[in-house]
């Protein structure tokens, strides 16, 4: 029996299970940008929890080469994450699940694009969510302006087994436990 060119590209049952195990520790962001990066020219990975009853915005992970990830992570999380097109369209009291890809050129011209965008060198992100009554939950990979074309396809199929992670890595960092990273300790998660 032939392949079909429809089906997705798989990503190997030993990646997944590194992913899986890496993800109740502290170098759960470390082992799933390195992943990424087999696949794709992946330059930050970025995600986060929405309580969407309180509006709070709690960062799950966050991790790169570039400067100013604290900052930019900060930002997003505090005012940003309103202004992004990837979540326009949402029902709050809807479960779905969605991923998509913003091109930093799709967005307006305004202080968004330029801290997360422009001034790193993104030239896009692939991002994969999880909403649900009373909660969203956002993976994104960030391209460098080095990528060309479309982002490969065992991305896309990373990115769904790695929200299956990042809820086990959501759920093994309670808020109530583990007190939100400063600015200083993100920019040393840093790759």
């Given at each position: ?75 997003y999380a505090r005012r940003f994450h309103a202004k ?7 029902s709050p009291d809807k479960a779905f699940g969605f ?19 422009e001034q790193p060198g993104f030239l896009d992100k ?66």
């Amino acid at each position: 029996m032939a392949a079909s060119l429809s089906q997705p590209a798989l990503v190997s049952p030993s990646l997944g299970q590194a992913l899986i195990e890496a993800a109740a520790t502290p170098h759960f962001a470390s082992v799933l940008l390195g992943a990424a990066r087999q696949f794709d020219s992946i330059d930050e990975v970025f995600a986060y929890q929405v309580d969407i009853g309180k509006g709070g915005v709690r960062t799950l992970l966050a991790t790169g080469e570039r400067k100013g990830l604290a900052e930019r992570t900060g930002e997003y999380a505090r005012r940003f994450h309103a202004k992004d097109p990837l979540l326009a369209g949402a029902s709050p009291d809807k479960a779905f699940g969605f991923s998509r890809r913003v091109r930093a050129a799709d967005i307006p011209k305004g202080e968004y694009r330029e801290l997360c965008f422009e001034q790193p060198g993104f030239l896009d992100k692939v991002s994969f969510g999880w909403q649900e009554p009373g909660k969203l939950m956002v993976l994104s990979f960030y391209r460098g302006l080095q990528a060309r074309g479309e982002s490969a396809a065992q991305l896309w199929s990373l990115g769904q087994l790695a929200m299956a992670a990042l809820n086990l890595h959501a759920q093994s960092a309670q808020p109530s436990e583990t007190p939100a990273p400063s600015l200083a300790q993100l920019d040393a998660q840093q790759v």
